[in-house]
């Protein structure tokens, strides 16, 4: 486990502390959490910092240094992070820097254009997140998302890739025929070419012990992480519909049994997917009306799922050697309503998927969007299929096309 360089002193209740954790998650910073409350030093430290006063978060660095109540823009600044570009204008901007991102910039940068990426929370993305990836191609015994987004990152720069961190992209405009991004930090840049990137996020019960154990027993993708729990004797899978039961089903491949965490009083999957859950009887339990009250472990490891069920005080709880939470995904392209083509859920539409009447005289290119000029690659593009390697296919086959438009507008 990596070593942490940060400590974050606070209490369970304190938003501010709940903000500067998550931001350092985000950044994939490894931090020690303190909570004063439970922890007669750690309370004594923040008074000798603050004069007396019990002010938190109190910060400390590796450095010995020590920031209270920092906004993220403090702590992006004390952690070195590169918030704003060299240049206002540049060839491409890439919005999300996850393996699609990564490699359409590694694409694009080393035929020579000049390419700004920018990315709101830690390089790599979902990817960046996982335990281990075990099937992504020339890796044979796996790799690590970090190092894989590592990896990927440094190839970024070798070429000249810019890249900003802790920097959203809140809106997108079209001025005199180039494209302008506007930041969270208030900045403007512009551009000849967009490539949206920014993936898509799984949703979360937003129960305590969640964030917690995200890739310790808790998991979003079963053919990405089931494999680790191979010959275990209980999987949960929170969630009643398609995607819960078909993942559920393929979670049967490493385990005695599944348990089904359902909210409503019926599962909302295809008869197809039920009738097959329904030939493993003896493997499967589905518990209706539940309410998942959160999680807890030990050993950085989850343990115990808590829970209600509907219209009861009672709390129960089952001991899953890992959850999978499938309660939907939702694309990161809330920035662009308006602006490009989606489908229903917000995903983008692309290239062929355009191709009908109101598009005959564009005739988009591989991975435009509705929008000239904006490409789009990865899990946030409508009928992407939602794995690293394809993802990373996307990136390179967008910056392609990229080049292509780049091209012809000059
Ligand atoms: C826990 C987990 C385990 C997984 N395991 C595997 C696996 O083993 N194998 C596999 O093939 N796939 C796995 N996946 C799926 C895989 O990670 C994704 O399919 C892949 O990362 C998608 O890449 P992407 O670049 O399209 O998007 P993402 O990886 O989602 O990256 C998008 C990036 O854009 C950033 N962003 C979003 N909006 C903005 C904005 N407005 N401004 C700036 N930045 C923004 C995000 O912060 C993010 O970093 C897993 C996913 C998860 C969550």
């Not at 969007?369 to 394809?390: C, E, I, L, N």
Request: proline share 3%; hydrophobic share 35%.
């Amino acid at each position: 486990m990596t070593e942490a360089k940060v400590t974050v002193y606070g209490a369970y209740w304190c938003p501010d502390c709940r903000r500067s954790k998550k931001f350092l998650g985000e950044q994939f910073i490894p931090y020690r959490w303190v909570d004063i409350e439970q922890d007669k030093d750690g309370e004594a430290f923040v008074l000798r910092k603050n004069g007396g006063k019990r002010i938190i978060p109190t910060i400390l660095f590796e450095d010995g240094s020590f920031l209270v109540e920092p906004s993220n823009a403090e702590l992006a600044r004390k952690l070195g992070l590169t918030t704003d570009a060299r240049k206002t204008y540049y060839d491409l901007i890439i919005v999300g820097g996850g393996p699609a991102g990564l490699t359409a910039a590694i694409y694009a940068a080393r035929e020579g254009a000049d390419t700004l990426l920018i990315e709101r929370s830690g390089l790599g993305g979902q990817a960046g997140t996982t335990v281990g990836l075990d099937n992504f191609p020339g890796f044979p015994e796996g790799i690590s998302g970090q190092e894989f987004a590592e990896r990927v990152t440094r190839q970024a720069r070798r070429f000249g890739v810019e890249i900003l961190q802790a920097v959203d992209v809140e809106k997108l405009e079209m001025e005199a025929g180039y494209h302008e991004v506007h930041t969270s930090g208030g900045t403007h840049y512009h551009s000849k070419a967009i490539l949206i990137a920014t993936g898509a996020s799984y949703r979360r019960l937003e129960v305590p012990g969640e964030d917690d154990y995200i890739g310790a027993g808790i998991h979003f993708c079963a053919t990405c992480d089931g494999p680790f729990y191979k010959g275990s004797k209980e999987i949960a899978v929170v969630g009643g519909g398609n995607s819960a039961v078909e993942e559920g089903l393929h979670l049967t491949n490493f385990t005695d049994k599944i348990t089904l965490l359902v909210r409503g009083d019926k599962l909302m999957a295809s008869q197809i997917a039920i009738d097959k859950l329904n030939e493993l009887t003896s493997r499967v339990e589905v518990k209706y009306g539940v309410v998942v009250d959160g999680f807890e472990g030990s050993d950085s490891k989850l343990k115990t799922i808590k829970y209600h069920r509907t219209g009861s005080d009672t709390t129960e709880e089952i001991h899953p050697a890992a959850a999978f939470i499938f309660i939907g995904q939702q694309p990161n392209t809330v920035f662009l309503q308006n602006h490009v083509e989606m489908d229903k859920y917000g995903f983008i539409l692309t290239g062929h998927d355009l191709t009908h009447d109101a598009h005959a005289h564009q005739r988009p290119l591989p991975f435009e969007a509705s929008m000239p000029g904006v490409f789009v690659a990865g899990d946030a593009r409508h009928g992407s299929t939602k794995q690293v390697a394809a993802a990373v296919g996307e990136g390179a086959a967008a910056a392609i096309s990229i080049r292509e438009f780049l091209r012809r507008t000059g």
